[in-house]
């Protein structure tokens, strides 16, 4: 079945360095997102990204952090230069289309832990 | 504004035992309805969705009705079993876009 995979699992940084999460989606899909969840909180949109391009974009995604996708398969979170509020699990997701069956069907990935010291 | 609020974890239950995971949300328009299930070392999964007010979304035994009139979408299980033992996520998707907003997670232990 086919599924987004993530990496790193876990990474550890200091603060005030530059980390980038990559994502591979499923092949075929044309939206992707990243969502985080810091630990005990909400799940949180930070962006969406169609066509070479951000969608949408939440008020945590400010200018430190930024999406990229160089090649027809990944698709990287970068932040720019952490902060100790970084610290979170930072969630990839892919879907196929915002319409038709199976409307808003986002499939996950098992998420990249950030820990920032 | 839009936000998904979901009662407060941890729930433990014996095997067998019904399961409620209530979940009100918040929302302009007329969202779309989710519950993703998150099992250990895994991503988050779909589990069942509702599009529209009335509409009954069921998978692996779960259900949850889509009620506009309560704001509500609340997760049931008749009789849980041990591998039912996940965080819940319940989760809105407005009918324009493609932001979801999602609860804080419910995490279910079923003993046996």
């Known amino acids: 079945e086919p599924e987004v995979t993530q990496t790193p699992s876990h990474q550890v940084t200091q603060m005030g360095q530059e980390v980038i999460l990559r994502c591979v989606p499923i092949?075929?899909?044309?939206?992707f997102y990243w969502y985080r969840q810091i630990l005990g909180q909400k799940v949180e949109f930070l962006v969406s990204?169609?066509?070479?391009?951000?969608?949408?974009k939440s008020e945590i995604f400010d200018d430190q952090f930024s999406v990229e996708r160089p090649d027809g398969s990944n698709f990287t979170l970068k932040i720019r230069s952490t902060k100790l509020e970084d610290s979170a699990m930072y969630f990839c997701?892919?879907?196929?289309?915002?319409?038709?069956?199976?409307?808003?069907?986002?499939?996950f990935g098992e998420g990249s832990r950030l820990t920032v010291l | 504004g839009n936000s998904v609020t979901q009662m407060e974890g941890p729930v433990t239950l014996s095997e067998e035992a019904f399961l409620t995971i209530n979940c009100t949300y918040t929302?302009?328009?007329?969202?779309?309805l989710f519950w993703y299930v998150q099992y250990p070392g895994e991503g988050l999964q779909l589990l069942l969705k509702a599009t529209k007010a009335d509409d009954k979304g069921s998978n692996k035994g779960f259900e949850a009705t889509y009620r506009k009139e309560t704001t509500s979408f609340h997760l049931e299980k008749g009789s849980v079993q041990v591998s039912d033992s996940a965080v819940y996520f319940c989760?809105?998707?407005?009918?324009?876009?493609?932001?979801?907003?999602f609860g804080t997670g419910t995490s279910l232990t079923v003993i046996p």
């Open positions: 990204f169609y066509n070479n391009e951000i969608s949408e």
């Open positions: 997701a892919s879907s196929a289309s915002t319409s038709g069956p199976n409307t808003g069907e986002l499939f």
């Open positions: 092949s075929n899909h044309l939206y």
């Open positions: 929302a302009t328009g007329y969202p779309s």
């Open positions: 989760a809105l998707r407005r009918n324009t876009g493609n932001q979801f907003y």
